[in-house]
Structure formats: C-alpha cells, structure tokens
C-alpha cells in the first residue's frame, strides 16, 4: 500500500531565489549560455538603433527568451545525464543529442525572425521600399 508523502510548501520567494541560482549557475559555467546572452543585448542594441515597433519588440523578447530557456533546459539534461552515470549509454547520448539539436532549433528560428525584423527595418532605413 503506498504511503501518503506529505510534500513541503516553499515560500514563492525561496523558488524565486532557487531559480535565479540556476540562471547565474547558467551564466557562470555554460559558455553558450554567456554567447546567447550576449546576442540578445547585441539583439536590444540594434532594436533601440532601428526603431523596432511594440509588435517586433515581442517576437524579438520571444525569439530571446525561447533561446535561453532551451540553453537552461540543455544544461539541466547535462546534469542529470552526468549525475545518472558518466559511462557512455546510447538512450543517453540520444536525450543529450536532442536536447542540443532543441538548442539549434530554438536559434535558428530565433535567427530567421530577427533576420526578417532588422532586415525589414534596414530596409525601411535605406528606403529600399515604403515604409
């Protein structure tokens, strides 16, 4: 018979403070991490110099958050995996695998819809059309 396992109620503020510890863990040991963020202020620097409007504003902190989360979720599979064992299973190099490619994804696309903003708004700029 399963027993009832009383769970612990957390204060929002100590799983505020638990989830920031592990943004900053992101940010103190995960160089692509480091490099993703650095896009994003590259990303915010050419949206201030461009004039994006509200709506690109939102695809672009879209297109950003999606990509630092799916970093986050990257390391976080990391861990476990190493935690797990640190001897080679394929079932794990294929979760390790995917979790990158997730990674890949999440860029590109973040990639091709600030490809479509900037370009549209440099083009705008140097009047190649209306607008």
């Given at each position: ?9 957390h ?18 040991t995960?160089?692509?991490f ?24 939102c ?7 999606i ?65």
């Amino acid at each position: 018979m399963a027993r009832y396992v009383r769970h612990t109620r957390h204060p929002f503020t100590s799983k505020l403070r638990w989830a920031l510890r592990g943004v900053a863990w992101g940010v103190r040991t995960q160089s692509n991490f480091v490099i993703h963020l650095v896009l994003a202020a590259a990303v915010v620097i050419a949206g201030v110099a461009l004039g994006v409007s509200w709506i690109e504003w939102c695809v672009l902190a879209l297109c950003i958050t999606i990509v630092l989360a799916a970093e986050l979720f990257n390391t976080a599979i990391e861990h476990l995996a190493r935690a797990i064992t640190h001897e080679h299973h394929e079932e794990i190099r294929r979760a390790l695998d995917t979790s990158a490619g997730a990674v890949l994804v999440a860029a590109t696309g973040a990639a091709i819809a600030g490809a479509i903003v900037f370009g549209y708004r440099l083009g705008a700029l140097l009047e190649w059309w209306g607008g």
